[in-house]
T-cell receptor, first 115, second 114 residues
Framework: AQSVTQLDSQVPVFEEAPVELRCNYS??????LFWYVQYPNQGLQLLLK??????LVKGINGFEAEFNKSQTSFHLRKPSVHISDTAEYFC?????????????FGAGTRLAVHP | KAGVTQTPRYLIKTRGQQVTLSCSPI?????VSWYQQTPGQGLQFLFE???????NKGNFPGRFSGRQFSNSRSEMNVSTLELGDSALYLC?????????????FGQGTRLTVV
């Protein structure tokens, strides 16, 4: 079984400042890792994913994440945030053998960007 | 290509009633999964259907059921509704056979049980 821990429930940050949203996972099998963003009253939109290969992955809207197998982490970063980045962010895992449509999510991190 | 479409967007039901939610996946996607999102429990996997067969199931009571049709459209049903079933229900579709390596989500159906 897999589990995901997002270490911060809320992260306040000023506009143009850097931000890191932390995610740790637990699994006894190989996993795929994802970050999704959810805006109010919307579904989930994929920001980026790690399947294999390079541990640094780049996504949309200037976000990137680094897969660290030894620390079982997949932290999300952005060097300079905008007001429009205010949303809820979810880290998710799926077992590599189970495909991409059985996702285990973390509790979410609410990013609030202030002017 | 049209995205994942969920209907209805909003629904209000009374305790004890049953409800059916619908999900039309992206054209050609054979896998449809359902998730429940609540403030207390977060996002939880309900079940996955692939080519009309349930392939995976989460840890939900038998009141939650689903099915998938030959055109890949899926429905989920909740019987004997409880107040705690109030949630945003999200559907996601995928088809690795098409080279997809992510799940595409619909906008959800917000169910309120009163």
């Amino acid at each position: 079984a897999q589990s995901v821990t997002q270490l911060d429930s809320q992260v306040p940050v000023f506009e143009e400042a850097p931000v890191e949203l932390r995610c740790n996972y637990s699994s006894s099998v190989s996993v795929y890792l994802f970050w999704y963003v959810q805006y109010p009253n919307q579904g989930l939109q994929l920001l980026l994913k790690y399947l294999s290969g390079s541990t640094l992955v780049k996504g949309i809207n200037g976000f990137e994440a680094e897969f660290n197998k030894s620390q079982t982490s997949f932290h999300l970063r952005k060097p300079s945030v905008h007001i429009s980045d205010t949303a809820e962010y979810f880290c998710a895992v799926s077992a590599a053998s189970g495909g991409y449509n059985k996702l285990i999510f973390g509790a979410g991190t609410r990013l609030a960007v202030h002017p | 290509k049209a995205g994942v479409t969920q209907t209805p967007r909003y629904l209000i039901k009374t305790r004890g009633q049953q409800v059916t939610l619908s999900c039309s996946p992206i054209s050609g996607h054979r896998s449809v999964s359902w998730y429940q999102q609540t403030p207390g429990q977060g996002l939880q996997f309900l079940f996955e259907y692939f080519s009309e067969t349930q392939r995976n199931k989460g840890n939900f009571p038998g009141r939650f059921s689903g099915r998938q049709f030959s055109n890949s459209r899926s429905e989920m049903n909740v019987s004997t509704l409880e107040l705690g079933d109030s949630a945003l229900y999200l559907c996601a579709s995928n088809d690795p056979g098409q080279g997809n390596t992510e799940a595409f989500f619909g906008q959800g159906t917000r169910l309120t049980v009163v």
